[in-house]
């Protein structure tokens, strides 16, 4: 990066949960204080490694995720914030730091802890107000526990609340969807992720697929789930900014956007993955390990990868065009370079197709485009 000043966002994977969701492919542990202890070891010793590699970089956001972060205690999150900010001096209200919760964790004192420490933006995974289609995800929480917990958190004075909610769950119908929907009109929430449920291996739910399949919605009554959603919310005033998240008054998610647009993202935690220079790689996915080659001065890393440039690029341009405003091709292309004559014929040829429509230099996905994303992403790359 020739010691230039880059944008760039940090991101902490917290793996605690009391419970494993039955969907689950993420590395989770037990929420038990050995552990706490080792993974606070463990993120210490690798922010000072990058120290050097940070000290000229303005910083975007800071992104604590899971596992559910907000196990971890306002005062360890404390620490790690005074680190960041020993090595890159910041001002808490200029940064966007966001803190994962899940319903059941959160409490007024709790919350409020995290809002005096710094924390200024909590994404809640409710997934739906269903309470049989909880049981179903093997959540720990009710419908009125979610909504009571987005309640609280905004009594905490911290005003950015974005909730993830999930369709084409088994079992799952239309008019389920539309109620849960209704019932987070009256939230005090900026920001929404809406996720389809998809069968990972190493998961409860993929062990049971065959019977789980079943149970879905068929491809029909997901896209009008979707559909839904998008016009719902828009009313709502969540409007769509990307094919899967809506934010009120412009409140985006400034540490998603980052991945959206390729920004450089470190990641910190057994199993988190990074994006530097280029190159994207993943810590190994078990704290014992994590934390001992930290101790031992070695990279914790187990997993790298490198595109050619021409890929690198059609991974990029696939990934921009998630974002409703499209990919300004001028301005990409003085990032990262002149695009090849191919991948320009592609999306000359999305465009007649009615998939991407095209305004001076920026291409952006049509309203049929966001329905069949994954076949314009496939091409791009």
């Not at 494993?20 to 922010?47: N, R, S, T, W």
Request: charged share 20%.
């Amino acid at each position: 990066m020739n010691g230039d000043i880059r944008d760039i966002s940090l991101y902490f994977h917290i793996p605690f949960c009391t419970k494993k969701c039955d969907y689950c492919h993420f590395y989770v542990l037990p929420d038990k204080a050995p552990y706490h202890e080792q993974l606070m070891e463990g993120l210490i010793l690798d922010l000072d490694h990058w120290a050097a590699e940070l000290r000229n970089k303005r910083l975007v956001s800071i992104y604590f995720g899971g596992g559910t972060p907000s196990l971890l205690g306002a005062a360890p999150l404390s620490q790690l914030l005074k680190k960041i900010q020993s090595i890159i001096p910041f001002e808490h209200e200029q940064l966007e730091i966001t803190l994962e919760a899940n319903p059941e964790t959160i409490t007024k004192d709790l919350m409020q802890s995290y809002a005096d420490v710094g924390v200024n933006r909590v994404s809640i995974g409710i997934q739906s107000l269903d309470n049989q289609l909880l049981i179903k995800l093997g959540r720990t929480h009710h419908a009125a526990t979610a909504i009571k917990a987005v309640e609280t958190t905004a009594k905490t004075g911290i005003s950015n609340i974005s909730i993830d909610l999930m369709y084409d769950i088994p079992g799952q119908s239309l008019v389920a969807w539309q109620q849960t929907l209704a019932a987070i009109k009256g939230l005090p929430i900026t920001h929404l992720s809406l996720y389809n449920l998809t069968i990972e291996p190493n998961t409860v739910f993929f062990k049971y697929r065959e019977a789980l399949q079943k149970e879905l919605p068929d491809a029909d009554c997901s896209t009008q789930m979707y559909l839904e959603a998008v016009q719902q919310l828009n009313e709502n005033g969540l409007i769509q900014y990307e094919i899967s998240a809506f934010a009120r008054d412009n409140k985006y998610s400034r540490h998603n956007v980052g991945y959206w647009t390729g920004r450089p993202f470190l990641g910190f935690g057994p199993s988190a993955f990074s994006y530097w220079e280029g190159k994207r790689f993943r810590a190994v996915a078990n704290l014992n390990q994590y934390v001992k080659a930290l101790k031992e001065k070695k990279s914790p890393v187990d997993f790298t990868e490198e595109l050619p440039l021409i890929k690198h690029q059609r991974e990029l341009l696939a990934i921009g065009l998630r974002l409703c405003a499209g990919v300004d091709l001028e301005a990409f292309e003085a990032v990262h370079g002149k695009l090849d004559q191919e991948t320009v014929a592609t999306l000359q040829r999305l465009r007649c197709e009615g998939l991407l429509k095209k305004n001076d230099t920026t291409f952006a996905l049509t309203e049929r485009g966001m329905l069949f994303y994954d076949t314009v992403a496939s091409d791009v790359i």
